[in-house]
């Protein structure tokens, strides 16, 4: 009765310390002492390296008092504020790098990035749209727009997005595995298995790209492949509860409820408020004519989860089972509030 989980893993792209600064030899750290604007960008970009972003900043700072005009110093000290996630400072750097160098194409993509953590993915877009305009070839730009065009719901801009970045770098698996989420999101189920196999071929350590492919599988009604996806997804990480999930889900519709109890039952001793868990639990109980077992499942499901119309409905539909038809009509006209048709259907036909 529940819907599948489709994990998103759309990590972005961003270009590192500028090539003239990252030319540092880092073997030896107490060499690099501060004096001239260069000498400062060494020590930051050494800093960098090694993951001091503070540090990295507090050198790049200097080096920007000492060159004002330094567009790799406002650029390298963005990159260090972006890595402490302080993507308004790095915007506001990455600005004053544009000023003084307006045609670094790396520096519209990772002031992009900075905008799509901020969730001004429209910002974003114009932003790798320029940087694609300098470096038409710059495949991790196609790349992170595409991530941005997604989460605008632009779906057939993200795959034609996703498939210029493959074109220019043909051995990123990721891209292959987000392509494949945007045709899973247009019910492209068969060209989404296509990706995955390609992502998995690339990466076969990425669970979550076995764990989506299985998801299609189950969308095909293809159960037993999505068991097999779902079991190797989980030998990968354990702990997967996306997975556990999605597995306890195939092992019902194939009547293995013990098998799916226990599934449930693990992500509930990892989280226990993930209500999907009880969800499944629940539907498991009801399948089996256990109605009010379900109901106390449900009524976690909505504890948990309130504004669940599904939660409702169902737990109606296992009221109704047990005898409490007052129950059941209550919780269906809650069902109905939150937008459930189906729960309009058993007011009508039970509960006047």
């Not at 350590?205 to 097999?228: E, H, M, P, S, V």
């Not at 989980?234 to 799916?260: M, S």
């Not at 399948?287 to 309130?306: G, S």
Request: aromatic share 14%; with cysteine; proline share 3%.
């Amino acid at each position: 009765m529940r819907a599948l989980i489709l994990t998103v893993f759309s990590s972005l792209i961003f270009n590192k310390v500028s090539s003239q600064s990252a030319q540092v030899d880092t073997s030896n750290y107490s060499h690099l002492i501060g004096g001239t604007s260069d000498d400062y960008i060494k020590k930051g970009s050494t800093k960098y390296l090694i993951e001091d972003f503070k540090g990295a900043i507090a050198d790049f700072t200097k080096a920007i008092e000492l060159n004002p005009n330094d567009s790799y110093a406002f650029y390298d000290r963005a990159i260090s504020e972006a890595k402490l996630n302080d993507f308004d400072n790095a915007i506001v750097d990455y600005n004053k790098s544009i000023e003084l160098n307006p045609n670094y194409p790396e520096v519209y993509n990772n002031r992009g990035v900075s905008k799509n953590k901020l969730k001004d993915y429209k910002g974003a877009i114009a932003d790798y749209f320029k940087a694609i305009e300098i470096n038409p070839n710059y495949g991790d730009a196609f790349y992170n727009k595409g991530i941005s065009n997604y989460e605008l719901k632009n779906y057939n801009d993200a795959i034609s997005d996703f498939t210029k970045a493959i074109e220019l770098l043909p051995n990123y698996s990721i891209t292959y595995y987000n392509r494949g989420l945007v045709k899973y999101k247009l019910r492209k189920y068969k060209g989404a298995i296509k990706d995955y196999n390609k992502a998995i071929n690339l990466n076969p350590k990425n669970d979550w790209a076995f764990n989506n492919r299985g998801i299609c599988k189950y969308k095909l009604r293809k159960f037993k492949g999505a068991l097999k996806d779902h079991n190797s997804a989980i030998e990968l990480n354990p702990e997967n509860v996306e997975a556990l999930i999605c597995r306890g889900n195939a092992k019902k519709v194939l009547k293995d409820y013990v098998g799916a109890k226990k599934d449930y039952d693990k992500v509930i001793n990892l989280n226990p408020n993930y209500w999907e868990a009880y969800y499944g639990n629940g539907d498991i109980q009801f399948d089996l004519k256990n109605y009010d077992v379900a109901i106390n499942y449900y009524n976690k499901v909505i504890e948990l989860n309130p504004s669940d119309k599904g939660a409702y409905y169902d737990r109606g539909l296992s009221k109704f089972k047990f005898g409490d038809k007052t129950g059941a009509c209550s919780d269906w006209r809650k069902a109905l509030e939150k937008g459930s048709k189906n729960a309009g259907s058993e007011i009508l036909k039970n509960c006047r």
